[in-house]
C-alpha cells in the first residue's frame, strides 16, 4: 500500500503537468506519452556516465520542456491541429528515447539516484518517504499556483478561456501556448527521471498510457475535492493520483494481471467522467467541499479567538 502511495505522489508530478494543458489551456496534448519517456531517458543515462543524480533530473525537466516547445510550434506556427501535433510529437519521440539510451532498456542498478539517500536511510517504503514526497509535491502545487497568479500565468488561463477575448488585448495566444506546453511537459519529463530512478531503470516503453494516468487523476481528484480556487484544483490532482494508484494496487490484489492496468484506467477514466453526473455522486462532492470550508471557518474563529 504505502508502494502504491508513493508511486502516486511521484506520478502526481506528471499529473500536474497534464492539467496545465487539459484544465488551464484547454489543450489536447498527446505529447505527454513521450516527453515522460524521454525524461525517463535523459536522467538514466547521464546518471550511467557519471553525471549527478539531481542535475540529471534538471536535464529531465529542460528536455522534457523542448518537447513541449515542439509541439507548441507545430500547432501554432504549422498551424497543425492540437491533438495530431501532440501525436506527431509523441512518434518522433519514441525514436529519439531510443537513440537516447542506445537500447530499449536502461538499468540503474548500483548508480546513485535521488532516491538512493532514501533507501540508505531507510526510509523509502515507509510512511517518511511519503511525507517527504508530499511535501515534494506541495512545493510543485506551490509554484504552479503562485505562476497561475501572476500576469503571465493569467494571460494563460484567459487563453485557455477565451482565446479570442485575450488576443484582444494583444495577448500573443501563441506565445502563451507554446509557453504552457513546455511548462507542462517539463513537469512530465521530470516526472518520469523520478520514476526510473525509483524503479532502477528506464524503458522505452514506460510512457505508454501515461497521458491516460494523468487524465485519471486530475478527474478523479477534481471531481471528489472541486475546482473552485486553483490551489484547491491542484492540490486535488496530487490526491487524484494517488487514489488512482490506490485503485490499481486494489485491483492486482483483486486477481487483476499487470496486462490489465491499461483496460482499469480507461475504465477509471470513464468512471470518473460519468459519476460526477449522478446526483447522488454530486450530493457527497458537495458535502465533503462543504465540511472542507466549515472546518476552515472553525480554525478561523478559533484563531481569532
Same mark, same amino acid.
Given at each position: 500500500?504505502i508502494?502504491?502511495?508513493? $508511486?502516486?505522489?511521484?506520478?502526481?508530478?506528471?499529473?500536474?503537468?497534464?492539467?496545465?494543458?487539459?484544465?488551464?489551456l484547454?489543450f489536447?496534448d498527446?505529447? %505527454?506519452? =513521450?516527453?515522460?519517456?524521454?525524461?525517463?531517458?535523459?536522467?538514466?543515462?547521464s546518471i550511467v556516465?557519471g553525471?549527478n543524480?539531481?542535475?540529471?533530473?534538471?536535464?529531465?525537466?529542460?528536455?522534457?520542456?523542448?518537447a513541449?516547445?515542439?509541439?507548441g510550434l507545430?500547432?501554432?506556427?504549422?498551424?497543425?491541429?492540437g491533438?495530431?501535433?501532440?501525436?506527431l510529437?509523441?512518434?518522433?519521440l519514441?525514436s529519439?528515447?531510443?537513440?537516447?539510451?542506445?537500447?530499449?532498456?536502461?538499468p540503474?542498478?548500483?548508480?546513485?539516484t535521488v532516491?538512493?539517500?532514501l533507501?540508505?536511510?531507510?526510509l523509502l517504503?515507509?510512511?517518511?518517504?511519503?511525507?517527504?514526497m508530499?511535501?515534494?509535491?506541495? +512545493?510543485?502545487?506551490?509554484?504552479?499556483?503562485?505562476?497561475?497568479?501572476?500576469d503571465?500565468?493569467?494571460?494563460?488561463r484567459?487563453?485557455?478561456?477565451?482565446?479570442?477575448?485575450?488576443?484582444?488585448?494583444?495577448?500573443?495566444?501563441d506565445n502563451?501556448?507554446?509557453?504552457?506546453?513546455a511548462?507542462?511537459?517539463?513537469?512530465?519529463?521530470?516526472?518520469?527521471? $523520478?520514476?526510473?530512478q525509483?524503479?532502477?531503470?528506464?524503458?522505452i516503453?514506460?510512457?505508454?498510457? %501515461?497521458?491516460?494516468?494523468g487524465?485519471?487523476?486530475?478527474i478523479?481528484?477534481?471531481?471528489?475535492?472541486?475546482?473552485k480556487?486553483?490551489?484547491?484544483?491542484?492540490?486535488? +490532482?496530487?490526491?487524484?493520483?494517488?487514489?488512482?494508484r490506490? %485503485?490499481?494496487?486494489?485491483?492486482?490484489n483483486? =486477481?487483476?494481471?499487470?496486462?490489465?492496468?491499461?483496460?482499469?484506467s480507461?475504465?477509471? +477514466?470513464v468512471?470518473?467522467?460519468?459519476l460526477?453526473?449522478?446526483k447522488g455522486?454530486?450530493?457527497?462532492?458537495?458535502?465533503i467541499?462543504?465540511?472542507?470550508?466549515?472546518?476552515?471557518?472553525?480554525?478561523?474563529?478559533?484563531?481569532?479567538?
Amino acid at each position: 500500500m504505502i508502494t502504491a502511495v508513493e $508511486l502516486g505522489l511521484i506520478y502526481a508530478i506528471m499529473a500536474l503537468g497534464v492539467y496545465l494543458t487539459f484544465r488551464i489551456l484547454d489543450f489536447p496534448d498527446l505529447t %505527454v506519452d =513521450g516527453s515522460f519517456t524521454t525524461g525517463a531517458a535523459v536522467a538514466s543515462i547521464s546518471i550511467v556516465n557519471g553525471v549527478n543524480p539531481i542535475l540529471a533530473t534538471i536535464f529531465a525537466f529542460f528536455i522534457g520542456a523542448l518537447a513541449g516547445v515542439v509541439t507548441g510550434l507545430l500547432h501554432t506556427k504549422g498551424k497543425i491541429d492540437g491533438l495530431l501535433a501532440g501525436i506527431l510529437t509523441m512518434i518522433a519521440l519514441y525514436s529519439i528515447n531510443l537513440r537516447i539510451m542506445g537500447k530499449a532498456n536502461t538499468p540503474l542498478l548500483g548508480e546513485s539516484t535521488v532516491m538512493t539517500p532514501l533507501r540508505e536511510a531507510k526510509l523509502l517504503g515507509t510512511w517518511g518517504s511519503v511525507g517527504l514526497m508530499f511535501l515534494g509535491c506541495l +512545493v510543485a502545487v506551490a509554484l504552479i499556483v503562485w505562476f497561475l497568479r501572476t500576469d503571465v500565468g493569467l494571460a494563460m488561463r484567459a487563453t485557455g478561456d477565451n482565446e479570442e477575448m485575450i488576443r484582444s488585448f494583444g495577448v500573443s495566444t501563441d506565445n502563451q501556448k507554446i509557453l504552457g506546453l513546455a511548462i507542462s511537459n517539463g513537469f512530465v519529463g521530470f516526472a518520469g527521471a $523520478l520514476i526510473a530512478q525509483y524503479q532502477g531503470f528506464a524503458d522505452i516503453g514506460m510512457g505508454i498510457g %501515461v497521458i491516460l494516468i494523468g487524465l485519471a487523476s486530475v478527474i478523479v481528484g477534481q471531481a471528489i475535492f472541486g475546482q473552485k480556487f486553483i490551489w484547491v484544483a491542484a492540490v486535488a +490532482v496530487i490526491f487524484g493520483s494517488v487514489i488512482y494508484r490506490l %485503485v490499481i494496487q486494489l485491483a492486482l490484489n483483486a =486477481g487483476l494481471e499487470v496486462n490489465d492496468m491499461k483496460l482499469i484506467s480507461a475504465v477509471l +477514466v470513464v468512471v470518473a467522467l460519468i459519476l460526477p453526473q449522478w446526483k447522488g455522486f454530486a450530493k457527497f462532492g458537495n458535502r465533503i467541499r462543504i465540511n472542507g470550508k466549515s472546518a476552515s471557518k472553525e480554525e478561523a474563529v478559533k484563531t481569532n479567538a
